[in-house]
């Protein structure tokens, strides 16, 4: 699979993510936001583990569960609040900071060389979305806010790890992310139940909309995602997420009917012209020897 072809199924999980908040306001029962991550996360992950059978082995039990609490357990608890708090343009425009957040871990933690051209890439890709979040139509909740940006601090350093850690040898991406959000779903788990139990009512839209993030949004994104960070060099994949805000951005203004101003127009086209410019300068790292790990061996079968 040449590198374009890698770039745009990688692209395909932001795109779907910018669905989130959409179907979050739309269908979601209000003041669930655990909850909500609860189900993108555990059923699918769960059921990717079941018909992989393969657990993880060794060092790999506390790696999943860290990666898992970045990844998931932090995150969607995180967005899905940010999404409830916040205009969806809004809400996922903030994610614009993760490039910035990924290209500076990326150097501490994976001692990447920053490039002019990456760090252009991306403070110009912030500074778009900025533009978009300080539309005169924009509703700025600080929580929301804040949100939005302890999400995408989590998820960047967990994008981190994800590069660095790399996947057991004979362990697919599917299964790979089925571990990722079956962790970070038991993390949820206790404090879902604690805080915020189960809605009162769970009408079909919300049954759809929980099987739409859970399947769509959730392991098939993730999926090709976490498959995208071990091939790409760093900032690629940290640039495709301003996809999220450009989606949903646009889902707000043709579905909610949200404000659509010249100055979120350049903001976008910033946005878009930061992405593309870093995926054709971005160059991957110098290969270094993979040590061999383990193969994760397959999941005991129940005796009957």
Do not use: C
């Not at 890698?6 to 909850?35: D, K, M, N, Q, R």
């Not at 790409?232 to 994949?237: G, K, R, S």
């Not at 992405?275 to 061999?292: D, E, N």
């Amino acid at each position: 699979m040449n590198r374009l072809t890698i770039v745009l199924v990688t692209a395909l999980a932001p795109l779907s993510w910018g669905t989130t908040y959409l179907v979050t306001t739309e269908l979601l029962p209000p003041g669930h936001p655990l909850f909500a991550g609860l189900l993108r996360s555990l059923p699918a992950g769960l059921l990717a583990v079941l018909l992989t059978r393969r657990l993880p082995h060794g060092t790999w039990w506390p790696k999943m569960f860290v990666l898992g609490a970045l990844n998931i357990g932090a995150f969607f608890p995180l967005l899905f609040l940010a999404a409830e708090r916040l205009p969806g343009g809004v809400a996922a425009a903030v994610a614009g900071a993760q490039p910035l957040i990924v290209l500076a871990l990326g150097a501490l933690v994976l001692h990447e060389r920053i490039r002019a051209v990456s760090a252009a890439a991306a403070v110009v890709g912030a500074g778009g979305v900025a533009l978009v979040v300080l539309g005169p139509a924009a509703q700025l909740d600080l929580w929301g806010v804040l949100a939005a940006l302890g999400g995408v601090s989590a998820t960047g350093l967990g994008m981190i790890l994800t590069k660095r850690w790399g996947r057991p040898q004979g362990v697919g991406p599917v299964v790979y992310a089925g571990w990722q959000l079956s962790a970070g779903g038991l993390l949820l788990l206790p404090v879902t139940l604690a805080v915020e139990g189960v809605p009162a009512t769970i009408d079909g839209g919300a049954a759809l909309g929980y099987l739409w993030l859970g399947t769509v949004g959730g392991i098939i994104a993730y999926t090709l995602w976490f498959r995208g960070i071990q091939q790409l060099p760093v900032i690629a994949p940290g640039l495709l997420a301003l996809l999220s805000p450009l989606v949903a951005t646009v889902l707000g203004v043709l579905v909610l009917g949200e404000s659509f101003t010249p100055i979120q127009a350049l903001g976008l086209a910033l946005a878009l012209g930061a992405l593309v410019l870093g995926q054709l300068t971005a160059r991957p790292r110098a290969a270094a020897p993979s040590p061999v790990i383990a193969e994760a061996p397959p999941m005991p079968t129940a005796r009957r």
